[in-house]
């Protein structure tokens, strides 16, 4: 069992940037590929990041891409979301997700989930 804290959201303009934080229980994070999902208000959760066990290779999901960085620190047990030049259509609520599984773009290869912090990006 896993579980999943995320904190650092909030309300920022567009163009700056914000560190989100999601802290794991457990003794078996390191086992875990994390992930960022993100779900805006009328629409479906949406892929972000994924980061592998290592933590040596990422992936991003292309509206993301050269703006958002995901990293993680397994003898803290926390991953991060670092968002720069945050645009107003970044604005939902992001999701911190574990996958024992591998590489997961999708909601449905999700073992585990946070229960989401709001992320606001004004004009």
């Known amino acids: 069992q896993v579980q999943l804290l995320e904190s650092g959201g909030g309300l920022v303009q567009a163009g700056g940037s914000l560190r989100l934080s999601c802290a794991a229980s457990g003794r078996t994070f390191s086992r875990y590929y994390m992930n960022w999902f993100r779900q805006a208000p009328g629409k479906e959760r949406e892929f972000v990041a994924v980061?592998?066990?290592?933590?040596?290779?990422?992936l991003y999901g292309d509206s993301v891409k050269g703006r958002f960085t995901i990293s993680r620190d397994n003898a803290e047990n926390t991953v991060y979301l670092q968002m720069n030049s945050l645009k107003t259509e970044d604005t939902a609520i992001y999701y911190c997700?574990?996958?024992?599984?591998?590489?997961?773009?999708?909601?449905?290869?999700?073992?585990?989930w946070g229960q989401g912090t709001q992320v606001t990006v004004s004009s």
């Open positions: 980061i592998t066990t290592t933590g040596l290779s990422t």
């Open positions: 997700a574990a996958s024992g599984r591998g590489v997961m773009t999708s909601t449905k290869g999700i073992d585990y």
